[in-house]
């Protein structure tokens, strides 16, 4: 029987405590707070925080009447407690889960739950102390640096991971982890694989130097003629190849080149057909005839393309040991818009978004992977299906062995040599067998900060010293003038 005494051995009877409720923190925006009689707080600060919620959702004030050591009065008032602290403080979940949340969506939020109009500022400020508090301030991150690279390199063994900097300031910091070394930036679907990422100050010569040297030394000198790299010729990569690297193999973006000639007037339909035909040559015959046809539109532009190797723009001299014959590097873009989410994170934040990113794309290829049946990748199907249909345009003589002549109504005759795959056709590169084998290694998880193995340098390193430039700072590249601006939808695959 329930009863609010009891009898103890040699005592007299005493009444049994009351079990009052805990409270239970709650950080979503969206939940609802009941206070009861009774309910028990683990200390002051939390249940002030507490009425501070519940005072914004019931549209009160209060003034705290006095204060005991286990017990806090207030009286209502008026509502005054919805502050920009408070408003980060409540959305910091929201923010968890979708980092892009704008200060529009969260005034409409704070209004729906709460009832409270916001400034578009104070949200701005609410926005802005919430992703303080999800990511710790900037320049603290920096001073576990070192920490991260090792946790790096004990939950991925084989990764590199180096770091610079210019006594205590930090400069730059390249990851390759070790899943990544095992194919080429390309893989065997045609899609994107990144195999170094690094943070550094600027893109400079120093730099650039510094990135390739390490990225060398995970690839290996001693294939430097195996590789192909492409850049948009910017001055200090073009400097840092022929430093490091005069034998690899090293193109020129011709969208690039393209825009750059038409900023310097040189425009018009003819003149862009007339250009990339040379890019596309597939033989040096054809290569002289749209240089000439370029000449004829302007002598100028036709002494500027001379001076640039063709091997560094034109297919027809491109290395005949490289599986690869793109024109462009739009790879490269794909991948800083894959990666616009982590521009904006502090450092720290910045290399775990772009290591969960590469993560999760491991496992989502290699599930997709696993349970494709086809011998060749999906993407090369495709352009085989189209070529297929291009093909009924041309006419074959065979010649002798697996020598033919192709004609074609529009086109030169070429001499294609099976034999040899003179064509570029029939590579293992795009089998599916080689596809999975590209994903097959894992990226392995991590544990968080409080887990990561301690660094006992006794000169931590510093954010680097801030270079300030004038008006307001951008976020968005600035776009050439034939590039479309792609839409929040757009994904890297």
């Not at 210019?166 to 390249?174: A, E, I, R, S």
């Amino acid at each position: 029987m329930d009863s609010e005494e009891e009898e103890d051995e040699g005592e007299g009877p005493r009444r049994r405590e009351r079990r009052y409720p805990e409270w239970k923190p709650k950080r979503d925006l969206k939940e609802i707070i009941t206070l009861i009689v009774g309910l028990k707080f683990s200390n002051p600060t939390e249940f002030k925080e507490t009425l501070k919620v519940f005072a914004v959702q019931n549209s009160f004030n209060y003034i705290y009447k006095h204060n005991e050591k286990t017990r806090n009065s207030a009286n209502h008032h008026d509502n005054k407690w919805a502050t920009v602290r408070w408003a980060a403080n409540r959305s910091i979940d929201s923010f968890r889960d979708q980092r892009n949340l704008k200060p529009t969506a969260l005034r409409e939020m704070i209004w729906r739950n709460y009832h409270v109009e916001f400034k578009m500022l104070s949200c701005l400020c609410a926005k802005r102390m919430a992703l303080e508090i999800l990511d710790g301030i900037d320049g603290e991150q920096y001073k576990h640096t070192k920490e991260y690279a090792n946790a790096l390199l004990q939950w991925n063994l084989g990764s590199s991971v180096f770091i610079h900097r210019d006594g205590v300031f930090f400069q730059m910091m390249y990851v390759s982890l070790a899943a990544c070394k095992e194919a080429v930036a390309r893989d065997a679907n045609d899609d994107i694989y990144p195999m170094a990422y690094a943070i550094c100050e600027a893109e400079t010569r120093d730099t650039w130097t510094w990135f390739l040297k390490i990225l060398l030394d995970d690839i290996g000198y001693d294939r430097e003629h195996m590789w192909s790299f492409m850049s948009d010729r910017q001055k200090g990569l073009v400097n840092a190849f022929e430093d490091l690297m005069p034998g690899a193999e090293h193109r020129y973006c011709v969208k690039h080149l393209h825009v750059n000639l038409k900023r310097k007037g040189f425009k018009g339909k003819e003149f862009k057909d007339a250009l990339w035909g040379a890019a596309r040559a597939p033989n040096e015959i054809q290569f002289k005839y749209y240089l000439e046809v370029i000449k004829g539109i302007d002598q100028i532009v036709c002494n500027y393309l001379e001076k640039i190797n063709p091997k560094m723009w034109s297919r027809h001299a491109f290395f005949t040991t490289s599986c690869s014959n793109i024109l462009l590097n739009n790879i490269a873009e794909s991948f800083n818009t894959w990666l616009l989410e982590a521009r904006d994170q502090p450092i720290l934040s910045c290399m775990e978004t772009i290591r969960r990113q590469l993560m999760n794309r491991f496992d989502k290829k290699r599930v997709g992977a696993a349970t494709s049946t086809n011998v060749i990748c999906p993407k090369i199907v495709k352009k085989l299906d189209r070529n297929k249909k291009e093909a009924d345009a041309y006419i074959c003589h065979w010649s002798n062995g697996l020598q033919y002549e192709v004609d074609h109504s529009h086109e030169p005759r070429r001499v294609v040599n099976l034999e040899a795959r003179t064509c570029g056709c029939g590579s293992k590169w795009y089998f599916a067998d080689t596809y999975r084998l590209s994903y097959t290694p894992n990226i392995n998880p991590m544990l968080g900060p409080n887990d990561w193995p301690i660094d006992r340098d006794v000169d931590p390193i510093e954010p680097p010293v801030p270079k300030t430039q004038r008006g307001r700072p951008k976020k968005i590249r600035r776009r050439g003038d034939n590039e479309t601006v792609l839409d929040e939808s757009t994904r890297v695959i």
